[in-house]
């Protein structure tokens, strides 16, 4: 690649016409390790920063005595090839496998007939006939209903992503118009779109909704097929990232906070941290939105309020230890009650004796706050709806997690709020799931953004692309 940055006197070039090589990447979450990472592949000498004691942003794990806990339930699809780019390159992916192909079993109890379990699975055969027979037999809804579920898949697949008029609208207005029922869009599409929008369709932009759908469902038979960690997350984005950014060189400081950043007479960096200053020619802010507003110099952004009207989403995770195993299947999705999705979390975490449930909860709205005992009140009960198991057996411990802004807000019209990569001040890029990826707020749209702000700071220092980084645009 050749200098372009040199020959234009961009002032992130060294005066000698040397590329400069020098990073910070504030936030150690997984838009910031990938950020760092790549500019490390690359050559680059980079620092990254982080406040918290760990990395791994809001993917995390803490101990609670001898359970190793994940803070929420995290998945990735078969189609998220950034995410599985950055479980190849920090050595984890033999530990967050993916299914061989989708199945999803979904248990409804609120049935006159009693419990009716169903299972959302593919076929080994091309788009759209791998779903349809999963759909044909779906039990959940009715012979019309799953008819007309299949003809809105099929206006889904034809509309233009690229249409920018598709995040103004919501999806639930959507589907309404595509004949879809109350039933349909709590029975399917809320059960895909709430775990991967953090949102109700009612509630999500339709852009970000056909996204979901078209490339997960409609774009390659396997897209789907589910993934997840089969260790603590925390192994995965603290210890082997670090790991992996000790090997290339970067240096990494938690428990550091950045107070401020500005640029000197010479269009360096200076990136403030208690007791020190951090000097670079190029500085990736990885933060939420309200923090990376907070630190922008003035004029880096036409906009800078649009990132404070970024709205945000809770999730909220019920973790429950019975004495004995309840569950046989290592995750299922419900319907009929208040439970969304529930999965095994026995031996990630370490568990010896008895199973232990977590149950993900998106789009939290009315809950995040509740009391646990008001929580367990309700879900315990819940619980025992769906699985009979659970009737005799004791409840060791509950507890809940909550994350109150765990995602941005997928609403119509949040794309013209979400910032690229580039700023208009030379040398600063933004990382975070909720950057313009085209993705909503997923471990995907995170790795992806800070490819994106690496590969913009690459080119502006003249450094060459690590080809590798770049592999997994060629599957998506």
């Known amino acids: 690649m050749s200098d372009d940055s040199t020959r234009s006197g961009d002032p992130l070039a060294d005066p000698s016409g040397r590329s400069a090589r020098d990073a910070v990447v504030v936030g150690g979450g997984l838009a910031g390790i990938t950020a760092a990472l790549a500019l490390a592949d690359a050559g680059v000498r980079v620092t990254l920063v982080e406040g918290r004691p760990r990395l791994g942003g809001l993917a995390f794990s803490f101990q609670r005595g001898d359970l190793t806990v994940d803070n929420g339930q995290h998945v990735y699809l078969r189609c998220c090839t950034a995410y599985r780019w950055f479980l190849d390159r920090i050595e984890g992916t033999a530990l967050a496998p993916l299914q061989d192909r989708l199945d999803v079993p979904v248990l409804d ?39 007309r579920v299949g003809r809105a898949a099929l206006a889904l697949k034809g509309l233009d992503l690229a249409d920018p008029d598709l995040d103004t609208q919501d999806f639930g207005s959507w589907l309404t118009a595509h004949g879809q029922s109350a039933r349909a869009v709590e029975a399917l599409w809320d059960l895909v779109g709430v775990a991967t929008l953090n949102a109700v369709a009612g509630d999500a932009s339709l852009g970000l909704a056909a996204m979901v759908f078209k490339t997960g469902l409609l774009s390659d038979p396997g897209a789907a097929d589910i993934g997840w960690a089969h260790v603590p997350l925390g192994e995965l984005h603290d210890r082997l990232a670090r790991k992996a950014l000790d090997s290339a060189g970067v240096r990494t400081e938690v428990r ?12 360096r960096w200076s990136v403030q941290v208690p007791g020190e200053t951090l000097a670079a020619d190029a500085v990736v802010l990885a933060v939420p939105q309200r923090e990376a507003h907070d630190l922008l110099p003035q004029g880096a952004l036409d906009a800078p309020e649009n990132l404070l009207e970024i709205g945000t989403a809770p999730i909220l995770n019920v973790h429950v230890v019975y004495d004995r195993k309840v569950l046989e ?42 009391p646990v ?9 819940e619980l025992e709806r769906l699985l009979p198991g659970t009737r005799g057996a004791e409840v060791k411990d509950f507890f809940v997690t909550r994350e109150r802004t ?58 060459p692309r690590p080809s590798h980084l770049f592999d997994f645009e060629e599957a998506a």
């Open 256 to 267: 550091t906070r950045v107070t401020s950043i500005s640029t000197d007479e010479n269009g």
């Open 109 to 147: 109890v609120d049935k006159p007939e009693g419990r009716r379990l169903g299972r959302l699975r593919r076929d080994p055969v091309p788009v759209p006939l791998h779903l349809g027979r999963s759909l044909a037999t779906y039990p959940h809804l009715s012979l019309a209903e799953r008819a």
């Open 406 to 463: 765990a995602t941005f807000a997928p609403t119509p019209g949040v794309g013209r709020l979400r910032p690229g990569a580039r700023t208009k001040a030379p040398g600063l890029y933004l990382a975070g799931a909720w950057t313009a990826t085209g993705w909503p707020a997923t471990m995907e749209s995170a790795v992806r953004s800070g490819v994106s702000a690496a590969d913009a700071a690459l080119a502006a220092l003249g450094r």
């Open 373 to 381: 005992a008001a929580l367990r009140e309700r879900y315990l009960p």
């Open 329 to 370: 299947k290592p995750f299922f999705a419900a319907l009929g009650t208040p439970v969304q999705w529930v999965f095994d979390r026995t031996h990630a975490s370490g568990l010896r004796e008895g199973q232990y449930l977590a149950l993900s909860q998106s789009a939290a709205h009315d809950e995040i706050d509740e």
